[in-house]
């Protein structure tokens, strides 16, 4: 079983809709969890971390749900700039940063 | 906003040379790492550093790869021996413990 697996995408949404992604790890001692962004052959930059309350930021939502072991993205009224690939990453112990295989989104005009 | 610097952005090698990537972290980060993205793929761990020692390596992090810090600013990844497959984007991050990582803009490595 893969350690991070994502939606396969890739997303065609049109400019206001809203979007989830999700997200499933395999290791249930994973200590922190976190949404990255990745523009086409630029680096990963982080969205934001996820925390098992929930947490939102603006337009954005994360949720972790440790009993299925799961977390996901939910990005409300999508604007052209949100075009990008979403990377799932989860620290599964110590210092092993595992990244999901990433959803692609593209909001179209 | 301190930022992970990399250099050369770009990086054309023939094969079988030998390469070292160069990244500078964020200054009061104690935890490095080294990813690799091939074209059109995921983003791959290589390894991590922490207190001058490898703290963990992937299976792709074979004896081909090294990684130092030789000084107390700079964090390199050799490269030995290069293969046409070695043909990717390389990242480094750094980090606080249990903290997100921050990534530097990467290299891109081309084997001729």
């Known amino acids: 079983r893969k350690e991070v697996e994502q939606d396969p995408g890739p997303f065609n949404v049109p400019e206001g809709a809203t979007v989830a992604f999700n997200c499933t790890y395999s290791n249930s001692a994973s200590q922190s969890f976190f949404w990255y962004r990745q523009d086409c052959r630029k680096e990963p930059k982080l969205l934001m971390s996820v925390y098992s309350s929930g947490n939102e930021d603006g337009r954005f939502t994360a949720q972790l749900n440790r009993a299925s072991q799961y977390i996901s993205l939910l990005i409300r009224d999508s604007k052209l700039s949100d075009s990008a690939t979403y990377l799932c990453v989860v620290n599964m112990d110590g210092q092993n940063f595992v990244f999901g295989p990433g959803t692609r989104l593209s909001v179209l005009p | 906003e301190p930022e992970v610097t990399q250099t050369p952005s770009h990086q054309v090698t023939q094969m079988g040379q030998e390469v070292i990537l160069r990244c500078v972290p964020i200054?009061?980060?104690?935890?490095f790492y080294w990813y690799r993205q091939i074209l059109g793929q995921k983003v791959e761990f290589l390894v991590s550093f922490y207190n001058n020692e490898i703290s963990e390596k992937s299976e792709i992090f074979d004896d081909q790869f090294s990684v130092e810090r030789p000084d107390g600013s700079n964090f390199t990844l050799k490269i030995r021996s290069t293969k046409l497959e070695d043909s990717a984007m390389y990242f480094c991050a750094s980090s606080r413990q249990n903290q997100p990582q921050h990534f530097g803009d990467g290299t891109r490595l081309s084997i001729l």
């Open positions: 200054s009061n980060h104690l935890y």
